[in-house]
Structure formats: structure tokens, C-alpha cells
């Protein structure tokens, strides 16, 4: 633990990430828009600088952990940004959810600078966040992973290097990909079976028994069955990343057209006010379909 971390994002996932790694020991050097958050963790040891610029050049490590693409960007590239205090040695990674080739771009950056970044989104919403147990697929330099390997499993419990850099960022679209055709799905079978007769939880029951079961229905149990969609990762980040899918797959001649209904189901949600509610209101769109709520 005798590198330094630096911690950039602290919102939803960010927050419980860092006081991982504050428990686990490491030493953290964090910045964050909303001043609440850092200092809730400069109370538990962290030091809080004003810009991404300070936390590049007093770490040897610096984590990301963003809303999007431009975000990423503006922290990394922009005025007083990572770039501007990162040198090297030292390692970039970002564990937001972005577009692949902004991924590549800032990469190249970071080498040319005579430093190296991985792309390691997570899966695993702020249940995985706060227990550690997150999926963290990543891209970069085999090297590289290995460094970060003791940070990655203070945070995650899956932890898989898939390829070259960028290739984090697309099992990261492929993981989004199938978690919102799982709940467009079981979205459809609680409106079935509560339109039956059959109580909803009875339905997740011998779903979740079943060739069907699968870590939606066990993670959002609740939120189902309470209609309590307080966020644990919100629907408008969700279509967010599908629309990363949905370039991806243009720019690969791709046919993705279940991805691009479920897309379209997102942005209906967003278009109706919820889309800072958690992706699991999906469930939402349908009953508003249907004129009919899940009891």
C-alpha cells in the first residue's frame, strides 16, 4: 500500500469505492464537484485538493469514477485536468462507463505523456459498490492490470482483464446490453402474471428457481415488489450506455434490434420524468402501457 490514490467522483458508486479503499488502508487523495462528499471522506483520513490537475501530481494512481464521456473528458483533458499533473510511471484508470474511442483517445494522451491508463467500468449498482463484491472488466496493458489488480479487489469480487484498451468499455456495453433486455423482460412477466391473478412475488420466486433466474431479479426483488425505485443506478445512465452499444454496433455493422427497442423503452422513461429513478422503474413504461400497475 505504498502507493498513493488518487480518487476523482464521488457520487453514487464513487463514494462507497473510495471508503473501500480508505478501510482497506490506502492513502487517498480525492476530488469531487460536491464538496458534502469529500469531505465525509476527508473525515476518515483522505485529503481533498481542488482540482483533477493536484490529484494527478500528488498520486501515483488515479481512479475515475464519472458519469460519461464528456465528463471524463473535461476531468481528464480539460483545464486543470489529470493530464496536466500526470507524468511518468504513473497509471490512469477510469472506471466510469464511456465511449471506447474517447477511452482510446485518452489513453494515447496519458502515453504520450509517458504514463498508461486502463478503462475499468464495473457492474454491480450501489449494492456491489458499497459491499465490494462490483464485476470490473478491464482494458489496457496486462502489466498495467496487474498493478491495479490489489485496488480492483478491494472494490470487486469478478475481476477480468478482456483486452487491449477499450475493451473494458465494450464488455461494459455488452453487460448493459443484456441487463436491460433482462429487465424489459421481467418487467413483461410481473404485468403477465399480476394481470393473472398471480402475486408478484410468487412470480419472482419460481422465476428466480428456474432456467429464468438470473441477479436482476435477486438485486431488485425489492424495488419491485415495494414500487420503490430510489436510485441504485439511474435509468437515464442506462441509456446512456445503450447508446454507447447502439454506436458501437454501427460502427461494427452490427444488427442489434432488441437493444434498440429496450434503447427506445429508456428513453420513453426519461421522457416521462423518471429517468433519475433507478433502471429497474422500467417496469414503469409498461404499466403506463398497459394501464394497468403491478400489485
Do not use: C
Not at 165 to 180: E, W
Not at 257 to 284: C, N, Y
Amino acid at each position: 500500500m505504498d502507493e498513493r490514490i488518487g480518487f476523482i467522483g464521488l457520487g453514487l458508486m464513487g463514494r462507497p469505492m473510495a471508503q473501500n479503499l480508505v478501510k482497506a488502508g490506502y492513502r487517498l487523495v480525492i476530488h469531487n464537484r460536491s464538496a458534502a462528499a469529500a469531505e465525509e471522506l476527508a473525515a476518515e483520513g483522505a485529503s481533498v485538493v481542488a482540482n483533477g490537475r493536484e490529484v494527478a501530481s500528488q498520486s501515483d494512481v488515479v481512479i475515475t469514477m464519472l458519469p460519461d464521456s464528456r465528463d471524463v473528458q473535461q476531468v481528464v483533458a480539460g483545464d486543470n485536468g489529470v493530464l496536466e499533473g500526470i507524468g511518468e510511471g504513473k497509471l490512469l484508470v477510469d472506471m466510469s462507463t464511456i465511449s471506447p474511442v474517447v477511452t482510446r483517445q485518452l489513453s494515447g494522451r496519458a502515453q504520450e505523456q509517458g504514463a498508461s491508463m486502463l478503462d475499468a467500468p464495473v457492474s454491480g449498482g450501489d449494492v456491489g459498490a458499497i459491499a465490494g463484491t462490483l464485476s470490473i472488466m478491464v482494458g489496457g496493458d496486462l502489466s498495467d492490470f496487474e498493478r491495479a489488480k490489489p485496488l480492483f479487489e478491494v472494490m470487486g469480487q469478478t475481476i477480468v482483464h478482456v483486452g487491449p484498451s477499450g475493451a473494458g468499455q465494450v464488455t461494459k456495453a455488452a453487460n448493459q446490453v443484456v441487463v436491460g433486455g433482462i429487465m424489459a423482460a421481467v418487467s413483461e412477466a410481473l404485468l403477465l402474471g399480476s394481470k393473472g391473478g398471480v402475486p408478484p412475488e410468487k412470480i419472482l420466486d419460481v422465476l428466480g428457481g428456474g432456467l429464468a433466474g438470473n441477479r436482476v431479479m435477486e438485486v431488485k426483488r425489492e424495488k419491485y415488489l415495494n414500487h420503490d425505485f430510489t436510485p441504485g443506478f439511474r435509468a437515464e445512465l442506462h441509456h446512456k450506455d445503450l447508446g454507447i452499444a447502439m454506436s458501437a454496433a454501427r460502427e461494427y455493422g452490427l444488427v442489434l434490434p432488441m437493444t434498440a427497442i429496450v434503447d427506445q423503452l429508456f428513453l420513453a422513461m426519461r421522457k416521462k420524468g423518471w429517468g433519475k429513478e433507478d433502471h429497474s422503474g422500467l417496469l414503469r413504461v409498461f404499466e403506463d402501457l398497459a394501464d394497468y400497475q403491478v400489485k
